[in-house]
């Protein structure tokens, strides 16, 4: 599996040169990482914390990891799962994932201990790009999405590019990622569903106040289709570039396969793109609604 992934991904790569943003094929691995912790962040999601020096060297924001989750006496996944970078530390080695416990493979993930093992291929995937000139950017995220989002602002914060992070959640409980992005200095918003403030129109003032406020060089989002467009929508209006993370369900994690074909715009015509060769970043006027 690991030299058909390496072999694929370099066949790949010489497609596609021209992407900066693409890893060459030697940068992508099939690795057994250590698991060193697996635990509950709350009543929705966990994090998983594995040792993988290699994939923790070469992972860039917005890239993922195709895992392979456990059978267990509920569940037998058949297929890898992707997963967003949460956390990829070259220094300790240390890959992280931010999961929501929705199905048999998360269900599996979540069956992990500390001193097990846990075969993952990657990273895979076109990353986040900061422009040079941008001085500061908006993230807007929900639920995991916040996992993709969190490595973005960190990147950000290294380039002296300041961050304001619009968060939504069901309801305080459910507010994810604070301390990350507190720990850069970014400007915090939190919207919640059970008060009302994560609605279209509230979000839609909050950004209209920070564009007028000098604070909205390039929007990005994550987890919430109607956030997306809401997003997409001011971007067109008001001038703003972006960049989106799609979601969505994968097979091979390689570009083969054709399982996470998805429709785009692109200069006034519907295309074809897949979502884990492609993407899974893509240019926010260019995504459309799942």
């Known amino acids: 599996m690991r030299q058909i992934a390496m072999t694929a991904a370099r066949t790949m790569a010489a497609n596609t040169a021209g992407n900066a943003l693409r890893l060459p094929g030697s940068g992508v691995d099939d690795v057994r990482a250590l698991v060193l912790s697996n635990e509950r962040v709350n009543d929705s999601y966990n994090l998983l914390v594995v040792e993988a020096p290699g994939p923790a060297r070469n992972a860039v924001a917005g890239q993922f990891f195709h895992l392979q989750c456990p059978t267990t006496g509920e569940d037998a996944p058949y297929l890898r799962r992707p997963m967003s970078t949460y956390r990829a530390d070259p220094q300790s080695g240390v890959v992280e994932f931010l999961y929501k416990v929705s199905g048999a493979g998360t269900r599996g993930l979540a069956s992990l201990v500390a001193g097990d093992y846990l075969s993952m291929l990657g990273p895979l995937g076109v990353g986040f790009a900061l422009e040079p000139d941008w001085r500061h950017i908006v993230v807007l995220g929900r639920g995991v999405g916040l996992a993709t989002l969190a ?3 960190e990147m950000a914060a290294a380039r002296n590019i300041g961050v304001t992070a619009v968060i939504s959640a069901r309801d305080q409980d459910q507010v994810l990622s604070v301390p990350r992005f507190a720990a850069i200095g970014a400007r915090i918003e939190i919207v919640l569903d059970s008060d009302g403030s994560s609605s279209v129109d509230h979000v839609e003032r909050l950004l209209r106040r920070i564009h ?12 919430s289709n109607r956030l997306m467009l809401l997003m ?4 067109d209006e008001l001038g703003i570039a972006g960049q989106v993370a799609m979601e ?8 083969m396969c054709h399982c996470c074909v998805r429709d785009f715009r692109v200069g006034g015509e519907t295309v074809s793109r897949r979502v884990c060769w492609d993407g899974p970043v893509f240019p926010l006027a260019e995504a459309t609604s799942w």
Do not use: Y
Not at 212 to 223: I, N, S
């Open 212 to 223: 007028t406020e000098g604070h909205a060089d390039a929007f990005f989002t994550c987890g």
């Open 151 to 153: 490595p973005l602002a």
């Open 248 to 255: 969505q369900q994968m097979a091979c994690g390689l570009g």
């Open 232 to 235: 997409q929508r001011l971007g």
